[in-house]
């Protein structure tokens, strides 16, 4: 059983090897980063690489370990104050905006955490009343894998010297440029039976759908290329209204990380593929160049309903530390997340868990949009075709892009 | 015929009866206002009374007169850029947040203003190929007399002495206690067959309905007191990411206008009657409420259905020139606007109209939330059943209320 | 003896005739005002004209009638919540930056407000003890009526109407080129003797000067075109680290209400006069030119010691309601206040009045500078050789100019 | 010759020794630090402790090796634009609020920089044409000597686990409590004679000076409790108007770094000992307090003229790495820079230097004040008595305290 098959068992539950598994690829994705590589934080919405670590262990040192294992010591008692991230009912914690004040503790001390809470969770793994919980653990470090990679990939951005966090990958290419219809009706969607799901994905529900297609592949710079020379950055009736305020409140006239024909990769600076997805792209973007296109968003119920057949671990999407990259992929996930029309809002009769890991989703259904299947930085086996990511539509520092969808 | 009945009228067509009535309770509203009170501006998201009242005489200026009936010469050439609102396809306009500047023209000048173009506009009110442009107009016309009283009655209460707008209105009572149910199923939702609607509200399609109920009235002060006192306004696990850190950074512990046991109203500081409906809360407040009620919000969708039958023009609307409150009613519109937790996003195969007027609605469709119904503010005939109003979700100097929902 | 005599008295103290005078050129100042004229505020910086007019008549019910006078009953007892601009003494109050929001009370009831306080200071006019106390109310509201000119031009200059506050004034030629000499030595400076004078201006206190010259004439409006066209608010090298940095934050590129070959008065939009004195200049704007041109500014220790033998009452100044601006002139004062380089700081053994009226200058000595002489808009008699204006180096709305200086 | 006098010779010119006396010391105030602690930067005001290693040689390679030795070479041509402060002579620079994001190049790489650049200039140390240069570029990296020290105490202030940088140093007591009196006169101030100065004390000039008295030590943590107890920082009546406005934006209570009877040190959280001079105060609280003592401020002048016959090189000054603090002393010079009420203002004829090191002081002179004496992390050497250190009246991150004067 190879790494990533035995990462893409952790969404069934609590498989020692997939938490080990899990966890080694957390260290693994450290490894190219200094002790202020891992320290530094670049804006409030990304953190730095050593929190990502502390605070996927902190979830499981809490959550699993302290309220549930007679006799567990904390590793340090101060440390819940600094790698809390958002849980109310955990009470007091360092402001999200300062993470990158935090020189101490060092990397080092970090990894040491996570290797207390490791060898602690060894004794537990195979307790099933706590498969649930390490499931949901799991599932959690999967994300700030994937927001480690981002976060760090904008911190190294704004140095001036460009500094590369792994060789560059190799490139692909895509698949055809046709078009998947389907014929709409009512569909069921939502998670239902088995494996692990946030609780954002249910209750499965049905849904009313009018025929419509999707394009059988992302959105290229190529084409992006085509809408910044055809003026849509300076064209206000593309836009809506809160996304040319954006504009021209930023002076956007491009993708995040584009200058010239380069953009700032996980490699360093490189030549863009003009074959590639299009990736950080905001909300805003996305919407404009559809207009542009003559297309629209897809629904995320349409993006659920054509995935329903397919493998959600196929595709570009993160198996090893490297400077992962969108390349091109035939298969509906991998390379980005995609943008979708569909605001987060809880599904009907959703209700949050009890306790504090309930405040793991439904407090942020507000102002954002879904975002559906997988990226280049998702852990591969981590995203499903019910998967609910979501981000405001201003933020575009994630591996997102774009599938365009039109009416039948 | 009643002049509120010829408001009513309005929603149909271009009836030259209609454009009287509705033109005129426009100047009716303004009586009470001296040249100052219809300058200032209290914040960006309100409007000058003066400025309503040529921005609404532009509209027919610019979007009929201009560009449909030669020979018309406009008032002054550069009255366009003091009042176009936010068209981009009529160029560049004076700030937002600068409106409150403009001592000049006088509130004296606006009203020459407006008799001009009215007197223009009586010899095209039949010409049946404005009919819709009119009737457009109109609809915009009532929109800003609602939007008129609203921003006077912020203005107002920013000021130290509480002016009163008008002597208070007498006081009713609202309905029953009860629930209305409705078996779920598809229903068809969205605008169809005669009579005017704004773009938004099309096109009519199919939409799928779990069985749910709404409450019969809308959530009342007293509830609300009992919400507070609950600690419902210190309870993070009550709201929203977003509404919670809205709370903390204004310091949010009421609706708008409260103090005591008074609020503010268009007569003035004025007690607080218990069973009159809540008035003036944000969605977050909303939310909060519901989930301390163990409730909901209903969608869009179930409260259009259950409204299928109703008269839209019952209950506390707007007639005539007053100190309009919140009073409570058994009709299902009148009182406050009712927040949806439904985002306002396009219908299904939703298209802006072509031209400036295109710029209505469509590109409003980002961050806000659906309120269904009318408000006591709301021109009596304005509303229906299909109508969307919108606002972000922390927005509440509009009277904006709640009705509760729940699934059966 | 006439008005602007009159007034030059009001600075000797308590002549009842000197009150009249003063008092009646506010209120002929306002004339031209309409009540939303007088009721806007175009920025924090800035007041309404009313608010100065009530602000001003809250300054001797305040300190003079109600302190002093028994059996005075106050006009409104929530006035003095809303005319109250700065005294911690006199307790809370509303907000500087919304005084552009009280539409109420209107100017007729704020000149009814003036009426009242003038008939019971009638009564007491000539009582001796409180000489003093109205000798210095009327130098405030004196200051106020500046202010009230240069607070309104900038008010109607953000009006994209351009409109005039009264008819252009007739156009003047300065004085000479050359340069006026001093050996430098031991000089008294500030106040002694008779007349009034505000605190700051004391205690009279010996300096020492090195040999200097100021020149002649102020900068006009011919050189500052020079020094736009030679780069100047393109070159860091001639300004402060401050000043650059407001310059780039800002776009500043030219002197406030300058656009091409035209500025904004108070008599509307007019061609600019190359020989008139340059005005609306910053601080920084005001180092940097004299940088450019090899001179420095003056330090108020200069200015004061060359302006002991000159007339204060001389030049272009204010005498009646009139759209005033610099014209030039060979006095020393008038036309533009002129900046130095001395920051306002507290003469040696300087100490503030006891009680709120301690208030009025001192606790603002920090981060400003000294400007000498007087504007068009100060009222003629007003200023003199040890007056003390102060502003913040980037504010630039008052007439405000350039003296250059140079050492010997 | 022990390195602090080596350090102190530095101020005379280029001798070799103290050339790499004071490099050396900037290597060790970096030992306790990690590669992330020196990569920090906690407000745009402070700079990460690489930075300021980095920079420091970056002075001496552009300024001494790349302008005047034939032949260097850069250690690396994209290092110039991170570590230009403000230059603008010297090009585009990378933003200072964004120093805190530059993980690379790492600390070990910056200490290979200084090492090349030392490498380098042990070659042209005895050239006589470099000496003004090296002295200035020697005085220039013990003022980042003292900003790392200030700004890593800063930094390590914000991490709730309290980390230390060097273990606490021992306590002292401060001198007597009288005053020393000067019967004033005419004085000469400003740099005359030997040794390196900065061109901002020069030109030497005559003062006057009227009797006064300095205190003869600093104001104590014990005098700023009664201050406190006393409602110091509740009383508006105290404050500068900007002061008071500043106390009640940021809710400041006490000095920067106390809570309760502890304050945060360069050894972590330590008991405060109320007989050592009260430090991190800014400019308005020093003027606060020394209105509620019934005192002022000295003016530089005063100052420096009681300084004139002083040790500079005595009392409580930087000789090794160590967690400096105040801890009283009986000499004039140490524990705290001490705020003057004279503003920070170019002396009489005074020129800044050609080129680019003419930024170095003159562009301030705007808005600040001076400070006199020298701190506990003042490299012994550094100042004198004609020093003129400056900040702007809210900073309060630097060791910043009180001696009281008064009028005689």
Not at 146 to 174: M, V, W
Request: net charge negative.
């Amino acid at each position: 059983m190879d790494s990533a098959a035995l990462r893409q068992e952790a969404k069934s539950g609590a498989c020692p090897d997939a938490y080990r598994a899990v966890r080694a690829l957390s260290v693994a994705l450290a490894a190219p980063l200094s002790d202020a590589d891992a320290t530094i934080q670049s804006m409030p919405d990304a953190s730095p690489a050593k929190w990502h670590l502390a605070h996927s262990a902190w979830f499981f040192e809490t959550f699993v370990l302290r309220d549930h294992v007679a006799g567990y010591r904390l590793f340090d008692a101060e440390w819940p104050f600094l790698f809390n991230s958002y849980y109310e009912a955990e009470g007091a914690r360092h402001p999200r905006a300062e993470r990158g004040l935090l020189s101490r503790p060092s990397l080092e001390e970090v990894l040491a955490y996570r290797a207390h809470v490791d060898a602690a969770m060894e004794r537990v793994l195979d307790r099933p009343e706590l498969a649930g919980l390490i499931a949901l653990g799991l599932a959690h470090e999967q994300q700030h894998q994937e927001l480690l990679l981002t976060d760090i990939k904008h911190a190294l951005s704004c140095n001036p010297l460009g500094p590369a966090y792994a060789p560059a990958a190799p490139r692909f290419r895509q698949g055809g440029d046709g078009w998947r219809e389907h014929p709409g009706g009512i569909a069921l969607v939502g998670h239902r039976g088995g494996g692990f799901a946030f609780d954002n994905e249910g209750p499965a529900h049905r849904v009313l759908l009018e025929p419509f297609a999707l394009a059988e592949r992302l959105v290229t710079n190529r084409e992006w290329d085509a809408f910044i020379a055809d003026g849509g950055y300076a064209t206000p009736a593309l836009w809506l209204f809160d996304g040319w305020a954006w504009v021209r409140q930023h002076g956007v006239a491009a993708p995040l990380y584009w200058r010239e024909g380069e953009h700032f990769t996980l490699a360093g600076w490189q030549a863009r593929d003009p074959a590639a997805p299009v990736a950080h792209i905001s909300y805003y973007e996305a919407e404009a160049f559809a207009a542009w296109a003559g297309c629209r968003l897809p629904t995320e119920f349409e993006w659920e309903t054509l995935a329903a057949g397919e493998d959600p671990a196929a595709g570009n999407q993160l198996d090893v530390c490297a400077a992962v990259a969108p390349t091109g992929t035939a298969a509906l996930f991998g390379d980005c997340w995609q943008w979708t029309r569909s605001a987060y809002l809880p599904y009907p009769r959703y209700r949050p868990a009890a306790g504090a890991v309930g405040e793991y989703n439904g407090k942020f259904m507000n102002g954002q949009y879904v975002l559906k299947g997988a990226s280049c930085a998702t852990p591969r086996g981590h995203s499903r075709a019910g998967y609910r990511n979501f981000f405001y539509p201003h933020q575009r520092w994630q591996f997102t892009g774009l599938r365009l969808a039109r009416d039948l």
